[in-house]
């Protein structure tokens, strides 16, 4: 089992920056791909960023060039910094981990985060 929890959401202004950090624990040594989603009111769960084992990294068009994801494996924590924020960034934050090789859509990911929420308003 590995467990999964993120801390670090908040009101943003648009333009402004947050990270996100998430800590993991638990069996981390099954877990190969990492990965965070957002879910905003009345949507269906969407993939933000994943990161793979030896640190290559994905992400949706609408956020590349502003989110970063990274990871310490020492640390066990996987982050996403978020710049730039809009608001339509807006929404609850999920990090997930996946023993697949591979994994995009959210049943590829076996384990979840409780969820952080996100603001971005003037």
């Known amino acids: 089992q590995v467990q999964l929890v993120e801390s670090g959401g908040g009101l943003v202004q648009p333009g402004g920056s947050l990270r996100l950090p998430c800590a993991a624990s638990g069996s981390i040594f099954s877990i190969n791909v990492m990965g965070w989603f957002r879910q905003a009111p009345g949507k269906e769960r969407e993939f933000v960023a994943r990161i793979s084992q030896i640190s290559s990294t994905a992400y949706e068009d609408s956020v590349k060039g502003r989110f970063t994801i990274s990871r310490d494996n020492v640390k066990n924590t996987l982050y996403l910094q978020m710049n730039s924020l809009k608001p339509e960034d807006t929404a609850v934050y999920y990090c997930?981990?996946?023993?697949?090789?591979?994994?995009?859509?959210?049943?590829?990911?076996?384990?979840w985060g409780q969820g952080t929420q996100v603001t971005v308003s003037s």
């Open positions: 997930a981990a996946s023993v697949r090789p591979a994994a995009w859509r959210p049943n590829d990911y076996g384990y």
